[in-house]
């Protein structure tokens, strides 16, 4: 248990982030284990899975009991927010990595592998027949014929899904600010169940992707970035649709005041960047 001492926090102790660093890990290597054809991969994939949530449950619930047992104090809180800022800002150079190898494949490969620009000189010896096409499986059509994804369809109803869910958390902070505990709990409610409908809606999309459109990790580059960036944030929501389940059970339970609610703010954080990474990916992926 932590402890407070006037002006400063210790934390005590934790295995928490040694057992979150072993679920990731197991989880990474299992993902690679599994694009590979190795079928361990499935299982292992879900053990990591599994000891990550098992690490939120636990983690979360010895941090919501030290703050209802009045240990943190204002230093704490501003500990809080600067972390949170330094985590979301780590998950904007997350996305912006993928979405520069997106960038570098339209803009810049797919010219030197059709003979444009300086580093095309290759382009005769090796693949002469490539030419530069976006969607693309690659030279020599290594991913197979594919089918491109559709912007105007599940893509865009999930992008209204996910601004209208934007709102209703917003409609739910303004509760929270105002002491109107019903608003508060009808607007987490709301909003963590457009999150789940947007994961099934995904969910359904790929399923449809993979057995009509030949659509696949192995679908060359296009199908490479699709997955990876949709995926990944396909998981992102289904970890704030967990966080935001948490923060609703705990507004039932009569957790938070207008004062101090640095858990539901982090969360509204969390929420809001990952509506604005699905209008890049909408944009940039889907559409154009």
């Known amino acids: 248990m932590a402890q407070a001492h006037g002006d400063y926090y210790l934390p005590q102790p934790s295995h928490w982030p040694i057992v979150a660093s072993t679920g990731l890990f197991l989880s990474l290597g299992s993902v690679a284990a599994w694009v590979n054809d190795i079928e361990i991969g499935k299982f292992g994939l879900l053990v990591g899975l599994a000891i990550i949530f098992f690490v939120m ?37 997350f996305f912006a990595a993928f979405f520069g190898a997106l960038f570098y494949t339209r803009v810049f490969s797919l010219e030197w592998l059709s003979g444009i620009g300086d580093k095309g000189m290759a382009h005769e010896f090796l693949w002469p027949n490539f030419s530069e096409m976006w969607p693309s499986s690659g030279p020599a059509h290594v991913g197979g014929e594919l089918n491109t994804m559709e912007a105007w369809g599940i893509p865009a109803l999930n992008t209204l899904i996910l601004l209208t869910s934007g709102v209703t958390i917003t409609w739910a902070h303004h509760g929270l600010r105002s002491e109107n505990r019903k ?82 703010e982090a969360v509204a954080w969390y929420w809001h960047f990952v509506d604005i990474v699905w209008l890049g990916l909408f944009i940039f992926v889907y559409w154009i």
Not at 66 to 93: A, K
């Open 183 to 264: 608003q508060l709990i009808q607007g987490l409610f709301l909003t963590f169940a457009l999150g789940l409908t947007f994961v099934g809606c995904q969910a359904y999309e790929y399923g449809h992707a993979i057995t009509h459109m030949n659509l696949t990790l192995g679908s060359g580059i296009y199908g490479s970035v699709f997955y990876m960036l949709t995926g990944f944030h396909g998981f992102h929501v289904t970890v704030g649709s967990i966080m935001l389940i948490t923060i609703w059970v705990r507004s039932i339970k009569g957790h938070f005041t207008p004062q101090r609610h640095f858990a539901f």
């Open 57 to 93: 449950a636990g983690w979360f619930g010895e941090v919501i009991r030290e703050s209802e047992s009045g240990l943190y104090n204002d230093q704490v809180d501003r500990s809080f927010r600067w972390s949170m800022i330094f985590f979301i800002t780590t998950e904007v150079f």
